[in-house]
């Protein structure tokens, strides 16, 4: 390592409220696995699960700390996936 090179330490407390967190999503995605939604069934599903994505991928693959290529890298990658998943959602929808 460089002499120049952080360290991102986090803390034991926002790494337990993170956890907490990716916790309460985890309850919060079984919950509305029982109510019957219609439509939006899929969309709120996605919607937790990129929420609990982007926490694990922020805090504890440390990319909240990391250069912007990498950043925007990232949003490239997720902007992409949303255009493939609403290519597949419209193909079922017009078939």
């Known amino acids: 390592m460089g002499a120049h090179e952080e360290h991102h330490i986090l803390s034991y407390g926002k790494l ?3 956890l907490a967190g990716l916790l309460a999503l985890t309850l919060v995605t079984i ?3 029982y109510v ?4 939006w069934n899929v969309p709120v599903a996605l919607t937790i699960a990129s929420t609990k994505v982007t926490l694990v991928l922020l805090f504890f693959m440390h990319l909240k700390y990391e250069g912007k290529a990498i950043t925007w890298s990232f949003i490239a990658t997720i902007f992409f996936l949303a255009i493939m998943i609403t290519f597949t959602f419209w193909d079922v929808a017009f078939r």
């Open 16 to 18: 337990a409220a993170v």
């Open 31 to 33: 919950g509305v696995s």
């Open 36 to 39: 019957d939604l219609g439509f």
